[in-house]
Each structure stands twice: as C-alpha cells, then as structure tokens.
C-alpha cells in the first residue's frame, strides 16, 4: 500500500471540518415522502442506479488524479488505526471527492504532501509538461499518425505514454470491468422501473458503456434528452470544465494550425458525474412554464443569422426540463469544492448527440439550492446590501435566473468553440449568465414574470454576484463573475454606497445585453486572442468587490461543504 504524509495539521482540519466552514447540502432520507410514495418497482430501481453512480465516482476519481484512489485507501487504513488527522481528512476528501481543491477563498487544498493538482488532471501522463505535449503532438502528425492524435485529444479518451509518443485509450477500454458493472446496475434497474421511455434510455445507456463508440452514446443521449414526465432521475454527467491541459495547444498556434491543417480539433477531456433522483411533478410544472418564450428568445439573441442554434425560432423546442429531488450526487456532479452544481443542461455542444437530431435537458438539483440558515441570509443582507432594496432580496429569484442561465446555454452558436482554449469555459458561461438577465425585460413583457418579480431577479442576482475573494483564471464559473462585476459596474448598473451595493434596476438589462453581445461575437469568430483579450479587460478585482469581499467573510466563516446523503447510504448497502 502506498503511503502518504498528510498536509493539513489536526488544527486546520478541525476548523475545516467544523460547521461553522463545513456547510451541510441534505439530500433525500429514507424517509423523505418523495421516496416512501414512489411504486415499489421505482424503489428496486433506485438500489441499482445509486450503486452504478457510485462506481461512476471511482472511476471519475482516477480522471481527477493520479493518486486519489490509493490516498483513499490509505485513509481508510490509518481510519481503522485510529489516527485522527485521517478521520479528519477522510472528511475532507468526502466531501471534496478527491484529493485536491479549491475553498471559497480561492485557496488550494491539497490533502497529502507533494500532490498537487495538475492541469492534466489524471487523465494525462503525470509528469507531462505543456511543452512536452505540444512537441509529441507536432511529432505525431508529422509523422502522419493522424488517427492516433484524433484518440489523444477527444473528450473520451485516457492519454498514456507508448514509448517516446503518447497513446489515447477510450474510457470504455480503459475502464472496461467497471463500465460493465455500471451497465449491469443499469440493466438491473430496468427491470423494475415504472416508466418505459426511462427504461429504453437505461437500456441504451448499458450498451454505451459496453461498447467504445460515440455513436451508442448519442443514441442514450438523444433518449436521455428527450425524457420529461418519469418518476426517476439518473444521468452520467459529462462535463469538460477540469481539463486545463488540452486547452494550452490555442496558445501554440504554430500547432493549432497544424492540427486544423489535418481535421483535427482538440476537445478537452470529458469528467463523469452520477446523478440519482426522484422527479418532482410540482417544481417541473413551474420550470416548463419558460418553455414557450424559448423560440422567442431564440430570435432575440444577437447575430443568430449568423449561426444555428439548439433552439430553433420555428421548430419544435427540443428542450426537456425536470426539478428533481436529489437522492446521489457522485464524482463530478457531487464534488463539493467551494461550491456544487445547482443545475445542469446537457449534453454540452461537443456531444454527438446533437448532430444527430438530438436536444438537450435541464436539470435542477433541489436540495443544493435550498437555503438552510435565513438568520445568516438577512446578516448577510444587512452586511452588504442597501436597506431599501431588502424587500426585492428573494432566493427563490435565484432559482428563476438559474433557469434562464441553463436555457441559454441552449442558445448562441450552436458550437463547442475550442478554438478559445482556456477561456471557452470562461466565455459560455459567461454568455448564460447574461443571457439570463438580458431577457428579463422581454419575458416581463411576455407575461413570464411581474414587474415584482422583474425587480427581485435583478436585485438578487447582482447581489448574489459578489465572491469572498479573488478566483484564479481556472476557475470558469467564478472569474466571469468578477467580469461581469467589473463591466456592469462600468457601465452604472450598481454602485457601492457607503460600503454597501445599491442596484440601479432599469441598467442592469441594457448593460447585460451589451455585454451578451459583445460575448456572441467571440463565439462566432472563435478567435483565441480577442477572447484572451476580452477576459484580461474584464477580469479586474476592484476596490469596490474587495469592500464586499471584506464584508463577506465576516458574515460567513464556510469555506467548503459537503452532501449528506442517508436515503443513498442505506440502499447502495441492500
């Protein structure tokens, strides 16, 4: 067994692991009333999908690093043996599901000594350098071993070193003992489930797993897409956010060239997540509520003559949406690391899935969105924001801008856009958030919301917009935060009255739509430099964010979190 020192001291740790900066997200009981009014056929169902996520989880691990699953076992040893630094940081991993992360202070954790995060991740070679991989690459097509490059940089492929070269083995290859049992939990909860459209899904979703070809993941994807009214919720999430590596070949452009000179486009890898829940009718019903303005907001987004996107302006939408009550959140969906997903649309635009006629599904995770302390939230209000503008304050506001969030990824250019490299991530997400806010007005016209309720979004999410500390560029989801801080702020959306933030409601949409725009054009022109460009001119932390920053972490000590998960606890057990 490989042996490792640990890295934080029992002090730190124990801090860590308090409640006061270890949040608790609660998931569903075994005796959540979602779960015990479920048919019996749909509770058999679940044992199985809960148990094929958690092998997700394993198998995500060692795409997330090297070291993970023998640091994992050697917690589990110094555990039994009493060893109080391993208990504490088997806490840690749990709720991070990994070795390494990122706090709410854009701090980076590393659990054991001298493993560091790397930008290969583990999916690559771990003494691997940039300039190493760019060189073998160059080497490779210039040796016509085009092919072999083709299966070294697709989003599905495990990258191994073959003598001076390097080799790209299919997840299903490389995994194939723990693909085939996923397949047969799968396969087994197909038995028992109720509903026949999410049993044909399951069933195409086994034979993915089994077989090495994109293809059988279109078809499971294209089914999974077009699922609305099931009892149960169960996704292989595929989501490219972690891989850093294969985005530096857009800053070798003498390679990128090269690459494009043979039809080769570099598609960073692909982390797994498995999500098990039970649908819940009442929170869906209000979430489709959105889905007949889509068409209209399709026709709204700038310059869609010159691109085709998910959801057409004429056609049927091919968007399905689902609330779900959460029972598993395992490997990528599930790392909780200095924060967790809210929401997912899927399959992301580099999908098969899509080519083939395919749509895309949201889904939203209930119980992580749910707000478990109102004392800390009004201290929070009271801490940062004006007090006149408390009564527009509402969380459930939130929620209705995370729906337009994941419906706009649905929207804009109908391309994964690679060619942006490390910022691609950066510039789409960037694009749902102001796609979101940039249509509040239309959809207050529209009769989608109040003038009530058009105030509350905006108020809310500018509020909502502001980080405890300074990210790093690798972190997509919270440098366009300070982004849009930086632009809306420029252009009087908000101001910092006597250290606290008071929203100037009627600039907030024409600055968003601006902002979209501007976005849109990098999409379409799919140029590395002007997104480089765009990202360093934006990506500024001003005095102002550091006020609040300030505020923020005196109000709030949470530096991480963690899912509590007993209903999933007790069936992966039968």
Known sequence: MKKFKFNLTEEELKKRTSKTYLVTKKFLTPESPEYLTLKDGDKKALIHLVKAANIIEKINMQLDCHDNLAFQEFLKVEVKKGNKI????????????????????????????????????????????????????????????????????????????????????????????????????????????????????????????????PTFD???????????????????????????????????????????????????????????????????????????????????????????????????????????????????????????????????????????????????????????????????????????????????????????????????????CEKLGKYRNIIEENKADMASLAFVDLLTELGMYTDEQRKQILVTVITDNFLKSKPNLSQAHRVRTVMQNKYLADRGAYEIIDGKIHVNIDKVVPAAQEMLSEIIRIQIDEDFNKADKYVKDNFIWTDNMEIIAKKLQKVSKSLNGRLETKLADKLAKK
């Open 86 to 213: 391993a208990k504490l940081t088997k806490i840690l991993f749990d709720a991070q599901k990994g070795m390494n992360a990122v706090d709410t202070m854009s701090t980076k954790i590393n659990l054991a000594k001298g493993i560091k995060e790397l930008p290969g991740k583990g999916v690559y070679p771990k003494d691997l350098s940039k300039e190493e991989f760019h060189k073998i690459l160059k080497e490779m097509v210039e040796q016509n071993k085009i092919d072999e490059v083709k299966k070294i940089l697709n989003q599905r492929s495990f990258v191994e070193r073959s003598g001076n070269h390097l080799v790209g083995i299919d997840y299903v290859d490389k995994f194939r003992e723990e693909f085939a049992k996923i397949a047969e939990e799968l396969e087994l909860a197909a038995e028992t489930s109720t509903n026949e459209d999410f049993n044909e899904y399951l069933i195409l979703q086994a034979k993915a797993l089994r077989t090495a070809d």
């Open 218 to 416: 279109a078809f499971a994807d294209k089914k999974w897409a077009s699922l609305q009214d099931t009892p149960l919720e169960f996704t292989i999430t595929r989501e490219n956010y972690e891989d850093e590596m294969t985005g530096t070949i857009m800053e070798n452009p003498e390679l990128q060239k090269l690459l494009e000179q043979h039809g080769i486009t570099p598609i960073p890898k692909d982390f797994l997540g498995g999500r098990v829940g039970i649908v819940n009718k009442q929170g869906t019903e209000a979430l489709m509520s959105i889905k007949k303005y889509l068409p209209e907001l399709a026709k709204n987004m700038p310059f869609n003559n010159e691109y085709e996107q998910n959801i057409s302006t004429e056609k049927d939408t091919k968007q399905t949406m689902v609330d779900v009550d959460m029972v598993q959140a395992a490997g990528d969906v599930g790392a909780y690391r200095g924060g967790i997903t809210l929401a997912e649309n899927l399959p992301n635009d580099d999908k098969p899935s899509l080519q083939i006629g395919g749509g895309r599904r949201n889904v939203y995770h209930r119980q992580i969105r749910f707000i478990s302390d109102r004392k800390k939230l009004q201290k929070r209000l009271d801490t940062i924001l004006d007090k006149e503008q408390h009564q527009y304050y509402l969380d459930e506001a939130d929620h209705w801008f995370t729906i337009g969030h994941e419906n706009a990824h649905s929207l804009g250019p109908k391309k994964a």
